[in-house]
């Protein structure tokens, strides 16, 4: 076991909520405790950290939790912390507990936050990608994902019941306000008619061909999974105009919302935040900084912090054609 250097390292959650984030915070608390390094959460995220909510956890703080969705140290957006005020603040709370090093679980904003807070302060800190979007350069995989796609394809797989029911059409809104990973993959597996995505230069004249076509071919029910992002127009847009195009369509529209976020990860997702939290402590005790930890062909790998805020994982093409394809 190596001996560490550092005495005390915090860990905090901040941004959106996703799966798996509980699992993560756990494999950070316990990866320290075998590490013979005290671990400090910090509650409500960057905001704890001004408010100075931070207590010690132990092996134990964090049983019985790897199975919760959601996360137990909460999480919230800070206006302060985006002044300079703000993160001196916050910095003399970390100085006053100790703290020598940051674990931030989060997506792209929260590491564009810590990013400005090490360069002002010199901080080291690491960072796990946590986020059900899926849109975070540096890894095949980010926390909450997973659970978040099976959310998504079990309630299509409910409506497409309702839909062959009643020979109705349904679109139905996935989360992915910026990318459609989301959408393009539980489509797939949902085997939906049509996929619109923010990636994709999708029309109103490709929709109506590609329902005209169903018709045709025998189906009697369709259903289009979409993006919030889609640039084609929202949802209940969509919905309308087909209903003007298709006169005879009973047109129905369900919007996911965030039941996508909540609900208890799946084993990938637990598995992913539990290798991540020790990687991170790792990293740390290495004496790495301003790194985010992820998975690359089932190995970890580090990506500098700047190259997973300004770069994007891309859409499969692969995963493209096959919508297409099996669409027929």
Do not use: W
């Not at 100075?52 to 956890?57: D, K």
């Not at 309702?162 to 597996?189: C, K, P, Q, W, Y």
């Not at 084993?267 to 790194?291: F, H, N, P, Q, Y």
């Amino acid at each position: 076991m190596p001996e560490a250097s550092l005495k005390k390292i915090g860990v905090l959650t901040s941004g959106g909520d996703s799966p798996g984030m509980n699992a993560a915070i756990r494999a950070v608390v316990r990866a320290c405790a075998y590490y013979q390094i005290k671990c400090v959460g910090v509650r409500m995220g960057y905001e704890g950290l001004i408010q100075n909510q931070m207590s010690e956890l132990g092996a134990r703080s964090v049983k019985h939790i790897i199975n919760r969705g959601g996360t137990f140290l909460q999480t919230a957006r800070s206006k302060e912390f985006r002044t300079k005020e703000g993160r001196e603040k916050a910095f003399k709370n970390l100085q006053n507990n100790g703290i020598e090093g940051l674990v931030v679980i989060g997506g792209d904003g929260s590491f564009t936050g810590a990013t400005v807070f090490h360069e002002e302060f010199g901080l080291p800190f690491i960072g796990i990608p946590g986020t059900i979007d899926n849109d975070i350069f540096g890894t095949d995989y980010t926390i909450g994902y997973d659970t978040a796609l099976n959310t998504a394809i079990e309630a299509i797989d409910r409506i497409r019941d309702s839909a062959t029911s009643h020979n109705r059409v349904f679109f139905v809104e996935v989360m992915g306000r910026d990318a459609g990973f989301i959408a393009l993959s539980s489509g797939i597996a949902s085997g939906a008619q049509d996929i619109l995505i923010p990636e994709e230069n999708d029309s109103l004249t490709e929709l109506f061909e590609t329902l005209q076509k169903s018709e045709q071919s025998g189906k009697n029910s369709s259903i289009v999974v979409v993006a919030e992002g889609e640039e084609l127009g929202n949802v209940f847009e969509l919905a309308k105009a087909t209903e003007k195009r298709f006169p005879g369509y009973d047109v129905r529209v369900t919007v996911l919302g965030h039941i996508q976020r909540g609900g208890n990860p799946t084993c990938m997702d637990r598995v992913l935040a539990s290798r991540l939290g020790v990687a991170a402590v790792e990293a740390l005790i290495d004496g790495k900084t301003d790194l985010m930890a992820g998975l690359r062909s089932n190995r970890i790998v580090f990506t500098p912090i700047q190259d997973a805020i300004k770069k994007h994982n891309e859409i499969d093409q692969e995963l493209i054609k096959i919508a297409k394809i099996l669409a027929v």
